[in-house]
């Protein structure tokens, strides 16, 4: 050996490997191990196809994780367990398999994304959620793995992907837990700043759900005689109601007295005028037919002095009286005007004649404050 000059430094000995050092490097050739049998294994997926996730997943080709943020959204992280670049597919009716007590959620939409080997992606995916018995997922809430909703849910939600996330909301939960139209609206119930609730999931919403389950024929609970009422007497500002109500809205059949006079009996929905119904005017004038969310939409305006015309209201809420044999063309209000009598706002004392208000609601509000309209003579 030779000697060591003193300019030169003797040859570093090499250190041990640590403990900490010797796990993680068995922990990368066990990973280098599994991700090359699993590569091997998968010797017919080929690159540039486009796969299901749920397939991928089963095939154990792919690990699936997520996180709920809310009841209109998931976000996954896919990771790719083998060197091939994958082309997935997410398919609605794919739903992401919860780790707790929480709901599962379904995907609402077709999603698909390139996986690269060994690579994950991290995706937002709209989705729905299921099982309404269980919690609403929050942020801290996860989800592993997937799988595949039944048949009928997978038809719906196939149907409706382009639809308003609660019209999927209401089908699904009573597919899915046979919920009715009353418990499908009460199950979810939003709160504001200053503490008025509302119910995110309406009629209108429970309707096109049960319009596309109708169509597909799939049997369903989203009927309105499911759902429960009460009769009672009620006070507004400009008026009284005595009916029914469904769940804090006037509903079913009623009677509305306007403070100013005259009154609407008939059928409701949602607070408003819907069905068959007469509106009786302070002017002795009354109108009888069908109603459609408060607007009527044809039936017979009966003059005090005698007589009728066909009338319908416009989206302007002007009156008019349309005959297609004869070219008549009319409005109410230039027949109240025949009726020679003057009307006064409460609130801010404006006179009107009884044909110059013609925002179609001249028996009861004032076009100019909203304020109760009452006769002057």
Known sequence: MRPVRPHEHPPAKERPMGLIARFNQWKRAVKDRR?????????????????????????????????????TKIYAAV?????????VVVKPGTYFVS???????????????????????????????????????????????????????ARFLEASMNEDPMVIQAGVWTLTDNYSRYDVINHLISRDSLGNTSHPVTHDHCDKAKAILEKLEIPHRL?????????????????????????????????????????????WRNNKMHGEGILVF???????????????VGGWYHLPSGGRKWSVENTRGQWE????TKGIANSLTN????????????????QYNAGELDDGRWWNVCPKCKGPITHNS
């Open 79 to 87: 990771e790719n367990l083998i060197r091939k670049e994958l082309r």
């Open 321 to 324: 009286h349309p005959d297609p």
């Open 335 to 350: 027949a109240a005007r025949t009726e020679k009598k003057t009307y006064i706002c409460k609130n801010c004392s404006t």
């Open 223 to 267: 009927s309105h005689s499911d759902i429960p009422y009460e009769k009672k007497t009620k006070d507004y500002d400009n008026g009284s109601y005595e009916g029914e109500f469904r769940h804090g809205e006037r509903y079913g059949r009623g009677r509305y007295s306007f403070k100013s006079g005259g009154y609407y009996e008939g059928e």
């Open 282 to 296: 302070d002017s002795g004038g009354k109108y009888v037919g069908k109603f459609e969310d408060g607007r009527a």
């Open 99 to 153: 780790s707790g007590g929480h709901q599962n959620m379904a995907t609402t939409t077709e999603y698909t994304f390139t996986l690269y080997p060994c690579r994950t992606e991290h995706l937002g995916i709209s989705a729905v959620c299921i099982n309404a018995n269980r919690p609403i997922p929050g942020k801290k809430d996860r989800f592993s793995g997937v799988a595949r909703v039944s048949n009928e849910v």
């Open 35 to 71: 991700i090359e049998g699993l590569t091997a294994q998968a010797t017919d997926l080929k690159e540039g196809q486009q796969y299901d996730l749920l397939f991928l997943h089963e095939r154990g080709v792919v690990r699936v994780k997520g996180s709920g943020q809310s009841i």
